[in-house]
């Protein structure tokens, strides 16, 4: 089993939700930030959010800022990723990640990922 358990993809319309779960150990969650991460055929790994789960702080990619937001909960060990008004363009394999940055290449651990699919 791995340190990061994502759940919560799936197929969605455009303009639907879905929420997105990344569960870990207390100690990943304490120490790390936890970033979402996405990944498109074809295209690079590219940062979605990320949280300093010890001072709440949280940053977005500029594709998603306004429709996307990062969350966690301290008594589960879980960071969250809702995501609104989805768009054809955010279909991607989505990752979580946990890291001393919120850089792609700063992740010390990685989740399995889940599948997100907009239809148009």
């Known amino acids: 089993q791995g340190q990061l358990e994502e759940s919560g993809g799936g197929l969605v319309q455009a303009g639907g939700s879905l929420r997105l779960s990344c569960t870990t150990n207390?100690?990943?969650?304490?120490?790390?930030?936890i970033g979402w991460f996405r990944e498109a055929p074809g295209k690079e790994r590219e940062g979605v959010s990320c949280i300093n789960t010890s001072n709440g702080f949280t940053s977005y990619g500029d594709s998603v800022k306004g429709r996307f937001t990062t969350s966690a909960d301290r008594a589960k060990s879980t960071v969250y990723l809702q995501m609104r008004s989805l768009k054809p363009e955010d279909t991607a394999v989505y990752y979580c990640?946990?890291?001393?940055?919120?850089?792609?290449?700063?992740?010390?651990?990685w989740g399995q990922g889940t599948q997100v699919t907009v239809s148009s």
């Open positions: 207390d100690f990943i969650y304490d120490y790390y930030n």
């Open positions: 990640g946990a890291g001393h940055s919120c850089d792609v290449t700063g992740q010390s651990y």
